[in-house]
């Protein structure tokens, strides 16, 4: 393996962070702020869908041929 | 039983089928091989899916019919808990998708073809294997079995009865299945997964305006909700005691999902590591309409749904032809009942690959040629079908509810062998073997004691074990656990602990045939010819 790939495969941490942000649901399990009428509950986690595609994106760029 | 058929939305939905049928049959022309008497052929498609047909692919195949019927009625029925399909699929991909590239590295140097074969070759156990082979198969009937169900609720609201179009359903899949193999699933999925995208974004749009917006349609929830005080668990946010409950749930089976075989088909079919880390990136937008879907729960509580009999499953569909013409309430339908078919087919053909790799092969006829794996794969998954039918038609379909229960806690106990063996851990197949045992024994033996109090189920009745009948953590605690975690954790526990055992007392290990660059290959180029007569016989397999 050459050295690069090494510390490129540091990137691979990314992927842990979904996790923290929705497996711990007292963050999140609240009824306000609302947004055009749903629950924060609801609307933080659907947001975590753009936001963890981002992270895989700039994981995927980052280790591309890894 | 509503008595009148709605002509107009069984003529669409049957217009749709017959669509889906064709190609189906079709399908065996589409990029055609050499033969299809060849299990990667007819198994996994000849392992040349690119992005477009592996997103399609996978996402027809991991957000089954079942799921877009089964989550909004958990939603309807128990409020916020109901969402841990959100959390689950968005952390499943993050999750998956080192062990993903691993394994499809080492499947296409070694021509593994289920989750078994990977066991096999890397932990040298084919006593192993054939329990993760068997394992997978068990898992797996019952999860076919509830795509009918998924059916069943479009064809109760329909308003057709008798089980007839429900047979003749899996009839017709059955024999396009047998005669294409992954190809058909594969494409039917682009019809699938396009519907069900035009459906749900105009159902999110078009019925929260019907209904007054969103502030209406969550008010009705909490009112619903407010009104059943005996029953702790529902409401629109979770319970106090609910967290770690919802969490386990959802880490559980982001972890459990890709363990499944159609799982495993999906993402070896795929043409190289690049497609699976691409598709990592992009599933992802069928959780956001799964999450989507989910609220339709809640809209079919505003609009004032009942649920056909006790069949909870049928709010959805009865939601679509509430609130659209029946043109598109049928055009709904058909996405719903042609979202069956495709994991259906693809969870038959992984069953099947397993039985003729894992049984026929390494059991019943060792040298068996790739033609006869073929074959035998082809049989296998009709059988599979059939198996999955009588199980819907004679037994209650909370049999298949139960049983998918415990098919999602046993398959999470093939991730040790699996997971584990991907890096270069020094796990023992034999302690492999007992925590496999205990996982399972441990996790049958603790749905058995749930009893659920809103359904008077003395037995399996859910997936969340009170903490508090275990030792160590007091009687005092309501907080539960998902059952699967607890058993995996157990099932670890003895894998770690044997494992360090085991190798003390240098107890002989299995050979293991994969090689630490293995894990790591990408698909190698196409071997180029370099005469005339080489290129000739090149053709039929690279064409």
Redesign the interface.
């Known amino acids: 393996m050459r050295e690069g790939d090494r510390s490129r495969k540091h990137w691979?941490w990314l992927?842990?962070?979904?996790?923290f942000g929705?497996?711990?649901?007292?963050i999140y399990?609240?009824?306000d702020p609302?947004l055009?009428?749903?629950?924060f509950?609801?609307w933080y986690?659907?947001a975590?869908?753009p936001v963890?595609?981002a992270?895989?994106?700039v994981?995927?760029t980052k280790?591309?041929?890894? | 039983m509503i008595a009148s058929v709605n002509g107009l939305e069984l003529g669409i939905v049957l217009a749709l089928f017959v669509a889906v049928t064709v190609i189906g049959f079709l399908a065996a022309n589409w990029r055609r091989a050499a033969s299809l008497q060849d299990i990667d052929e007819w198994g996994l498609g000849g392992r040349k899916f690119g992005g477009w047909v592996t997103w399609f692919l996978l996402g027809g195949d991991l957000y089954t019919a079942y799921t877009f019927v089964a989550v909004p009625a958990l939603v309807f029925g128990m409020g916020?808990i109901g969402?841990f399909a959100?959390?689950y699929t968005?952390?499943l991909?993050?999750?998956a998708?080192?062990a993903a590239i691993r394994i499809w590295s080492v499947a296409h140097r070694h021509g593994m073809v289920t989750p078994a074969d990977f066991v096999r070759g890397r932990h040298g156990s084919s006593t192993l294997a054939l329990m993760i082979a068997l394992t997978g198969i068990v898992a797996t009937m019952p999860y076919i079995a509830l795509q009918l169900v998924g059916i069943e609720a479009v064809v109760k609201t329909i308003g057709l009865t008798g089980d007839l179009p429900i047979i003749v359903a899996f009839a017709v899949l059955a024999a396009y299945t047998y005669q294409s193999g992954l190809r058909a699933p594969a494409l039917i999925a682009f019809v699938k997964d396009s519907l069900i995208y035009v459906v749900v974004l105009v159902a999110i749009i078009a019925i929260p305006i019907q209904l007054g917006?969103?502030?209406?349609?969550?008010g009705a929830a909490e009112h619903k909700f407010t009104a059943t005080k005996d029953v702790p668990t529902d409401g629109?946010?979770?319970g106090n005691t609910?967290?770690l409950g919802?969490?386990s749930l959802?880490?559980g089976s982001a972890l459990a999902l890709f363990l499944y075989p159609h799982s495993m088909t999906g993402l070896l079919a795929a043409r190289s590591r690049?497609t699976i880390?691409?598709n990592?990136?992009?599933l992802?937008?069928y959780?956001?309409v799964l999450?989507?879907l989910a609220?339709l729960g809640y809209m079919a509580i505003a609009a004032g749904v009942q649920p056909i009999g006790d069949d909870v499953n049928t709010i959805v569909p009865l939601l679509f032809d509430k609130q659209f013409p029946d043109w598109f309430a049928g055009i709904a339908f058909g996405a719903i009942a042609i979202g069956a078919l495709v994991p259906a087919a693809i969870m038959a053909i992984a069953a099947a690959n397993l039985f003729a790799r894992n049984v026929y092969k390494e059991y019943l006829h060792r040298d068996a040629t790739r033609e006869q794996e073929a074959r035998v794969a082809r049989i296998a998954s009709l059988v599979v079908k059939l198996g999955a039918l009588v199980v819907v038609l004679a037994l209650d379909p909370q049999f298949s509810i139960d049983l998918q229960l415990i098919g999602a806690v046993i398959i999470l106990q093939t991730l040790p062998a699996i997971v584990l063996g991907l890096w270069r851990t020094l796990v023992h197949r034999w302690a492999l073997l007992a925590g496999w045992a205990v996982g399972l024994g441990s996790g049958l033996w603790m749905l058995y004691d749930t009893p659920n109090a809103v359904t008077g189920k003395a037995h399996f009745g859910g997936a969340q074990y009170a903490l508090s009948k275990l030792p160590f953590f007091g009687d005092t605690t309501t907080t539960t656990v998902y059952t699967g975690m607890i058993a995996l954790a157990l099932n670890l526990l003895i894998v770690v602990v044997g494992s360090l055992i085991l190798n003390a007392l240098n107890a002989p290990r299995g050979e293991d045939v994969t090689e630490p660059e293995d894990y790591?290959a990408?698909v190698e180029p196409e071997p180029l010819p370099a005469t005339p007569q080489q290129e000739r016989e090149l053709q039929p397999a690279t064409r």
């Open positions: 691979y992927l842990a962070v979904p996790l929705l497996l711990i649901p007292p399990n609240d009824a609302t055009i009428g749903i629950p509950f609801y986690q659907l975590w869908v963890s595609v992270i895989t994106l994981v995927y280790t591309r041929g890894l | 916020a969402f959100v959390p968005v952390i991909y993050p999750v998708l080192l917006g969103f502030d209406a349609i969550f629109v946010l979770l609910a967290a919802y969490s959802a880490f690049n880390k691409r990592m990136v992009a992802p937008a959780t956001f999450g989507l609220l790591l990408e």
